[in-house]
């Protein structure tokens, strides 16, 4: 299994994403060195940002939510204007795949356009959250671009991780143990401490989950410069982050999560077939858990809260089946605050909407979950119920493999 240096989603720590360009601007306008660029939208915009930024090549970056640009021909070096014209023509309005998107791609509705900048070194860094030890961590490499998860597998010593006190921040010797472990000369560990700092103010000001600058470059002159960068924002500090807010790109998303906040849900796209609704997000973890173990494979994350009523249970259920991936529906509810009559009310009042075409699998315990059995089962709706919830997860893999047959 590789070594990964890049902190891995989880439903509970929802983030808002920022493009390249938007990262960059948030960088500058807290010092960190990063190129001058110009984000175009039209192949003669493109030609034109050459003459603006001087330069004899340019490199031009399709501006999408996901990694792996270089290797799927989304970041272009070119050393005429009428090949960066050319090559916006190839990308705007496409949708780009990468390793990271998935067979469906993204949209490419934005390019940047930035001088090519003379390399002498790239290196790897990360600020991110570390939430068993509740500190915000930095990772280092001192080697980075597209290959960097290579590079952590094959050498894991090489990977530095330091962690921060919050009542100090990025001290001094931790800023030159990560400069000497990149082999950085005197001048530009003094460098490294001023960027490592910004880069703290920017994540603790912002509310930033993560930021990732790779590569980190060591221009020609020996400068330290952030020659990519990716930004991830809490989403649940948004309500004081209104600049940022702002700048969501809802293209970039899956139209299912952006529907889901809208009602106040908590929703995740995953890869596999059987959707699940579940109140509580300990739950809902066990419960994609008991269906990994039972051999199939969730097609979501989705917790109704504990504040569900049946106009809410009945979107969210909706919002289910508009997958059309979702082969068979789990509902796993717990009645402690929410009442299980009223999550019925609302599958019921779904069903009844929708043309349900895909086995259903229900399992209320807790609160008033008696009376929701009896509307379900007075209801006359193609359905089944299972009181044990590893007996409803066995079920709902057998019905979607049924249903897959």
């Given amino acids: 299994m590789p070594v990964r240096v890049r902190p891995q989603a989880h439903p509970n720590f929802p983030a808002m994403k920022l493009h390249e360009y938007q990262a960059k ?44 640009r270089g290797k799927a021909g989304g970041v272009v070096c070119c050393d005429a204007p009428e090949q960066l014209a050319d090559h916006a023509q190839r990308l705007l309005g ?55 998860e290579t590079f952590a597998a094959q050498a894991p010593a090489q990977v530095s991780r330091v962690l921060l006190h919050p009542a100090v921040g990025v001290q001094p010797w931790q800023a030159r143990r990560l400069g000497f472990a990149l082999g950085l000369s005197a001048a530009q560990v003094t460098a490294l401490s001023a960027l490592l700092a910004a880069l703290y103010r920017l994540l603790r000001e912002r509310d930033a989950q993560l930021i990732e600058i790779n590569p980190l470059v060591v221009t020609a002159d020996g400068a330290l410069r952030a020659l990519d960068a990716k930004l991830e924002v809490d989403d649940n500090a948004l309500y004081r982050q209104a600049e940022l807010a702002a700048a969501r790109d809802l293209g970039q998303e899956d139209p299912r999560e952006a529907a889901a906040r809208a009602q106040d849900l908590s929703y995740i796209s995953l890869s596999g077939d ?40 009945s979107e969210a259920f909706k919002l289910i089946l508009s997958d059309p991936k979702v082969k068979a529906v789990l509902i796993n509810i717990f009645g402690g605050i929410v009442r299980c009559d009223l999550i019925a009310e609302g599958v019921i009042q779904a069903v009844r909407e929708i043309d349900l075409s895909v086995p259903l699998v229900v399992r209320l315990a807790g609160t008033r979950a008696e009376r929701g059995l009896e509307l379900l ?29």
């Fill in 25 to 68: 601007e948030l960088l500058r306008g807290y010092g960190v060195p990063v190129p001058p660029g110009a984000v175009v939208t039209t192949p003669a915009a493109a030609q034109a940002a050459a003459a603006t930024l001087g330069g004899t090549a340019w490199v031009l970056k399709a501006q999408i939510h996901a990694g792996g």
């Fill in 94 to 148: 496409q949708r780009l795949m990468t390793a990271q998107t998935g067979p469906a791609g993204l949209p490419v509705e934005r390019l940047l356009i930035e001088p090519v900048t003379a390399v002498a070194r790239e290196l790897y860094l990360t600020l991110t959250l570390d939430r068993a030890a509740a500190r915000v961590m930095i990772v280092a490499a001192p080697a980075g671009g597209v290959d960097i």
């Fill in 274 to 313: 059987i959707g699940c609704m579940v109140n509580g997000a300990g739950l809902a973890m066990a419960t994609l858990d008991l269906i990994r173990h039972h051999g199939g494979a969730p097609a979501n994350f989705l917790d109704v809260g504990g504040t569900a009523t049946a106009a809410r249970v």
């Fill in 377 to 405: 089962a007075a209801s006359g709706l193609p359905l089944a119920t299972v009181g044990d919830l590893a007996a409803a997860a066995a079920r709902v893999v057998a019905a979607a493999r049924g249903a897959a047959s």
